[in-house]
Structure formats: C-alpha cells, structure tokens
C-alpha cells in the first residue's frame, strides 16, 4: 500500500459501492474481503484495492455464485495478479478464471433470456390495458 493512498471507512466503501453496512460485514465475515488495517478503536480501513473487490463481488452476486465459488474466482484472481507466482500455480489460477468468465457468460445468457420473457410478458399486460371494454349485455 502506498504511503499516501487513502483510507476509507466502511461506511464510504459501503456508500461507493452501493451495498449497505451489514453487506460489506457478511462479505467480511465470509472471508472475501479484509479491511487494510483497523484503527486503535477497531474501525475497519479499506483501500482502492479493496473498494475494487467489493464491487467485483457484487457483480458476482446477480449472476448467481455462490460465496464458495466467490471466494474460489478471487483466490484465482489474487494468485494471476501475484508477480510472485509459480508458474503452475499461476496457470491453474488462469485456467479457473477462464472457466469463471464462461459461467459467468452463460449466466448473462441466462438473464437474457429471463428479461426476453419478462418483457413479453408485460407486453401481454399491456396490450390486456388498452382492449375495448366487453360490452355489457342487458
């Protein structure tokens, strides 16, 4: 961490992130995320680094992985990122992310095709709305 990069308390990372307090705590407790630091009084400090996995978190989220599979996408992430890292471990790490990015391709195909028949389907009610009244028969 540079010296001079800010720290941020829950609550902004929270804020910047769109998720509420209690989120960011269950992702915490989870082990998908660890604040930077904490201060004397036990306040957690985050970076930009961890800032940028909440929000890859929450991406994950809609597209329906687990916390286990999470935690499994960013462990291969952290290990790609590694300068450090032994080769075979570093390929392996990129194998499971490119097998990630495929689930997480086929989810977004999934939700298209949801939103494709939600859509239609609110076409339906629509159309239901603007009908002619039936004439009443007396």
Do not use: H, N, W
């Amino acid at each position: 961490m540079a010296a001079t990069e800010r720290m941020l308390q829950i609550g902004e990372v929270a804020e910047r992130v769109g998720l509420s307090l209690r989120t960011v705590r269950y992702y915490e407790e989870m082990g998908l995320l660890v604040p930077a630091q904490r201060t004397e009084g036990g306040f957690r400090l985050y970076t930009e680094d961890e800032v940028e996995r909440l929000d890859l978190i929450k991406q994950m989220k809609p597209l329906g992985f687990t916390v286990q599979e999470m935690r499994e996408l960013l462990d291969a992430r952290d290990l790609v990122r590694d300068a450090g890292a032994e080769p075979a471990a570093y390929g392996a790490a990129r194998e499971r992310l490119k097998a990630f990015a495929s689930a997480a391709a086929k989810s977004c195909d999934d939700l298209r095709a949801q939103l494709e028949r939600a859509e239609e389907f609110s076409r339906k009610l629509r159309a239901e709305t603007r009908r002619a009244p039936a004439s009443s028969k007396g």
